[in-house]
């Protein structure tokens, strides 16, 4: 990191903190939480001796080895600071939503390095306003937006995290790669330094990313993208090297589809269907990224429910002209094509196109945009960068305050599993899960 990244660096790590900093001392939640951590015989009580059990097979229908691993960790770190006796009800919550705070700020800084040298690749060196601070206005709206407050104030959420810092780590490290071969090639062939080494780092990101949670695999086409738009490099020269990771990632996504049949969901929706889901969902995330209000853990926005609107044959045409306006800017702005490119990569696994097991509770979940957030981080940037003078960055400075404010008022609804449910239900009254999840609670007393 540069000397001149280091004032937005130290300014994400206050505005986390600042807003999801009471997070620290929140519990378990009603929701997974049990499954996960609490009740899990793996990690509670831990022991080194169950470490190979989540790297022989799934728990739970799902195989992210990585995430168990940090979460058998945190257990010990819990048992020794808090001195949680042996037998009892469960680890110490603190460490996990630490653990959090640590993992968001880091995803903060990355997504500010990546969103500079994207902007510096596409010429953005040259205009006027300092680079620096259109990228930190664009990492704050990652930081602190209401969507972020699921992940990270849910500890099963630290797979969302910790699949999205190894992401960007791969991202930001492929940035640098293909940076290097850029010089490389204006040197006619002259290898630039730690060339290679950049490629391994990104190489090894990757696969502890989808060890994390399978949706690391957008991070290829993600790399992808910024090739094509951002370097303007050929398709056959991406294809060696993200080819490669393709290839080392299929096995993976092969396992995790088996271990999730889409027996399971009870209802399939047809092809001729998945498309308009699919759009469906990009344009109800798109209306919660501009008004993020209503936001819980269940928006019941499942297939079969969307087919009963009239909405999913029209909800196409807000994806659509998204993207036809960032095509239409490709030839003077590169940079919202890229966004838009990468919004939609990262989004692609959870749309709908392939079904998945919380689909047959809803296609949309909040937690499922914290790596596409990059993408809204990118179009902010990218927009700031534009304006000359002091209002644009006044009223970038208003809306980063106000996201602020609304994930910190968000955040007090997740300290509690009883204010997690109500939550829950004034936003989805109907949920048989979360209706479900608040009797057990009245019923404990």
Known sequence: ???????????????????????????????????????????????????????????????????????????????????????????????????????????????????????????????????????????????????????????????????GFFSLVAIWQYVNYREQRVQSDAARGRRAPRQYRRYGCATAAFLLAILSKPTGIVVPIIALIIDRLVYERPLRKSILPLGAWGVAALPILLYTKHLQPERLMGFVPPLWA????????????????????????????????????????????????LIAAAWRLRNRHRAPLTAVGIFIAALAPVLGLVPFGFQMHSTTADRFLYLPMLGAALAFAWFLSLRKGRAPAFACAAVVFLLGIRSALLAEQWRSSRSLCSLALRVNPESPSWRNNLGLLLFEG
């Open 274 to 321: 998945r498309p308009f889901i699919a759009a469906d969902a990009i344009a109800f995330y798109l209306f919660k990224l501009f008004v993020p209000f209503r936001l819980g853990p269940d928006y019941g926005r499942s297939p079969d429910l969307v087919m009963r609107h009239f909405w999913i044959y029209v909800a196409w045409v807000i994806p659509a002209a």
């Open 1 to 163: 990191m540069r000397r001149d990244d280091l004032i937005p660096a130290v300014t994400l790590l206050v505005a986390v903190i600042l807003v999801f900093g009471a997070s620290y001392n929140y519990g378990f939640m009603c929701w997974d939480d049990g499954i996960n951590i609490t009740e899990n015989p793996y990690i509670n009580p831990p022991s080194l001796r169950n470490l190979p059990v989540f790297w022989d097979k799934p728990y739970k229908h799902l195989y992210i080895p990585v995430t168990y691993t940090v979460w058998l960790s945190l257990s010990f770190i819990g048992r020794f600071l808090y001195a949680v006796e042996p037998g009892s009800a469960g680890p110490a919550a603190h460490p996990f939503h630490a653990a959090n705070l640590i993992l968001h700020a880091l995803n903060s800084v990355l997504a500010y390095l990546i969103v500079l040298r994207l902007l510096q690749a596409q010429g953005g060196e040259r205009r006027s306003r300092p680079l620096h601070w259109a990228a930190l206005g664009g990492a704050l709206v990652f930081a602190l937006h209401p969507l972020q407050t699921e992940p990270v104030c849910w500890v099963t959420g630290m797979k969302d995290l910790l699949f």
